[in-house]
């Protein structure tokens, strides 16, 4: 799949319906920075949305990964298929990622916890007690900048006053207030502050 192929026929198509890069990404859920991305061939359209896109643009599947109308006897519904499938195959990985998160910070804090017991209870000197901490909190301040990156990547948060669904940036996962993976963030569709939560698609 050639990526700059592809960004350029976005680009065409939506030009040839008269859509703006902000309303063709209003109408997908994502920022149009994200549009103008694809369209310069920097990234290409999650899997997720795929669909809708084509749906906007009045292409196929087929098309839009050719970065070229297909001729109707080269038309492969297969395609399509496939891509389906990449979809479950993204709601199943970031279903694992987030349960690795989970292990993460579970094995980070054990480690953490028995730091702290043994330098509880070790005849030893005070700042022999502190090293033993600080050893004891090294993992789990070497893993938050991991776990934060999967809580930000896996799934989609949704705001609770317009329902949109979208990624965060790292900067908004990193600073926002949470309970589990509920997050207080600012929604980028309805600009509104909210308790978002963590969903694994879209649909």
Sequence with gaps: MDQIKTGKFIAQRRKEKGITQFQLAEALGVTDRAVSKWETGRSLPDSSIMLPLCDLLEITVTDLLKGEKVSVENYNKETEKEILELVKQKKYADRMLLRVEILI???CTVILLAAAVIASYINAEEWLRVVIVLAGLAPFLVAL???LKI????GYYECPHCGHKYVPSFKSVNLAPHLCRTRHMRCP??????WQK???SKD
Excluded: S
Aim: hydrophobic letters at 35%.
């Design 145 to 147: 900048p991991v776990m």
């Design 189 to 194: 569709k309805c600009n509104k502050k909210g």
């Design 151 to 154: 809580e930000q990547k896996a």
């Design 198 to 200: 963590k969903v694994i």
């Design 105 to 107: 910070g579970v094995i």
